[in-house]
């Protein structure tokens, strides 16, 4: 979690328990002017994103929303479950978003959270394809991603993934927001939009006796962290994959 929130001192990050954390967010601030961000942007990047947006409207039905409508919305959810779970298969990675839990509380949250606009769901569409999709909360003029998918090969033509967040990062500049939280990942195309890294702690509470197993867990993997090699040798003994964050 952050150590600050948009009112001030994160109360959390404060009490005995936070510790640092080994992860970092990736914050892009953009102040009033959007074009000037965008001009801040390498050029070869900048150039590209306009080549992408060419090159995906040469189809008349193609275009960006941000979806209003709840049905739609849940259909577009979906549709970014299978988007992802075909994206990690390819990759060889586990999908754990798929179970039913995850499912239910993503489905929660955009179907409570539209309305008021704290949920947000963008997509690049042609026609009923979804070619790519953006899925994010925002309190006032902060702005978090949480989810993304792309339709695949067949678009990759007009880099998708990246496509979809520059749109949504436009048009919620025009409605108020200046603060672009891409979440923890230190992934290349991160760092394409002029992310800086913004430090989070961790808080681990054991709120009855069931919680104790996983307080105890996280206290364990804090003090691996202290020996690398040793936590490297561990994980590649249980067959945990390593990251494919770029360095």
Same mark, same amino acid.
């Given at each position: 979690?952050?150590?600050? !929130?948009?009112?001030?001192?994160?109360?959390?990050?404060? +009490?005995?328990?936070? %510790?640092?954390?080994?992860?970092?967010?990736? #914050?892009?601030?953009?102040?009033?002017?959007?074009?000037?961000?965008?001009?801040?942007?390498?050029?070869?990047?900048?150039?590209? !994103?306009?080549?992408?947006? %060419?090159?995906?409207?040469?189809?008349?039905?193609?275009?960006?929303?941000?979806?209003?409508?709840?049905?739609?919305? #849940?259909?577009?959810?979906?549709?970014?479950?299978?988007?992802?779970?075909? =994206?990690?298969?390819?990759?060889? +990675?586990?999908?754990?978003?798929?179970?039913?839990? $995850?499912? *239910?509380?993503? =489905?929660?949250?955009?179907?409570?959270? #539209?309305?008021?606009?704290?949920?947000?769901?963008?997509?690049?569409?042609?026609?009923?394809?979804?070619?790519?999709? &953006?899925?994010?909360?925002?309190?006032?003029?902060?702005?978090?991603?949480?989810? $993304? $998918?792309?339709?695949?090969?067949?678009?990759?033509?007009?880099?998708?993934?990246?496509?979809?967040?520059?749109?949504?990062?436009?048009? #919620?500049?025009?409605? @108020?927001?200046?603060?672009?939280?891409?979440?923890?990942?230190?992934?290349?195309?991160? %760092?394409?939009?002029?992310? *800086?890294?913004?430090? &989070?702690?961790?808080?681990?509470?054991?709120?009855?006796?069931?919680?104790?197993?996983?307080?105890?867990?996280?206290?364990?993997?804090?003090?691996?962290?202290?020996?690398?090699?040793?936590?490297?040798?561990?994980?590649?003994?249980? @067959?945990?994959?390593?990251?494919?964050?770029?360095?």
């Amino acid at each position: 979690m952050p150590l600050d !929130l948009a009112n001030g001192p994160n109360p959390l990050a404060l +009490l005995d328990g936070a %510790r640092p954390c080994p992860l970092n967010g990736n #914050l892009v601030t953009t102040g009033d002017d959007f074009d000037a961000y965008r001009y801040s942007l390498e050029r070869t990047v900048r150039k590209n !994103l306009e080549r992408s947006w %060419r090159v995906f409207t040469r189809d008349p039905a193609a275009q960006f929303r941000i979806i209003t409508d709840r049905n739609e919305a #849940l259909r577009v959810l979906s549709t970014m479950g299978i988007q992802q779970g075909a =994206r990690m298969r390819h990759l060889g +990675l586990n999908f754990v978003l798929d179970d039913e839990t $995850s499912v *239910a509380f993503y =489905r929660h949250l955009v179907g409570a959270g #539209l309305d008021s606009g704290y949920a947000v769901l963008s997509a690049l569409t042609v026609g009923d394809e979804v070619v790519a999709t &953006l899925l994010g909360i925002r309190s006032g003029s902060r702005y978090v991603m949480l989810r $993304s $998918s792309h339709a695949g090969e067949k678009w990759s033509h007009c880099s998708p993934g990246r496509l979809i967040i520059k749109r949504t990062m436009a048009a #919620l500049h025009q409605d @108020g927001v200046r603060s672009f939280d891409f979440s923890i990942g230190n992934y290349a195309y991160k %760092r394409r939009f002029a992310v *800086a890294p913004l430090p &989070l702690v961790d808080l681990t509470a054991a709120l009855g006796w069931r919680g104790t197993p996983y307080v105890l867990r996280d206290h364990a993997v804090r003090q691996l962290r202290r020996f690398p090699r040793l936590a490297a040798c561990l994980s590649r003994l249980i @067959g945990k994959r390593p990251t494919r964050e770029e360095s």
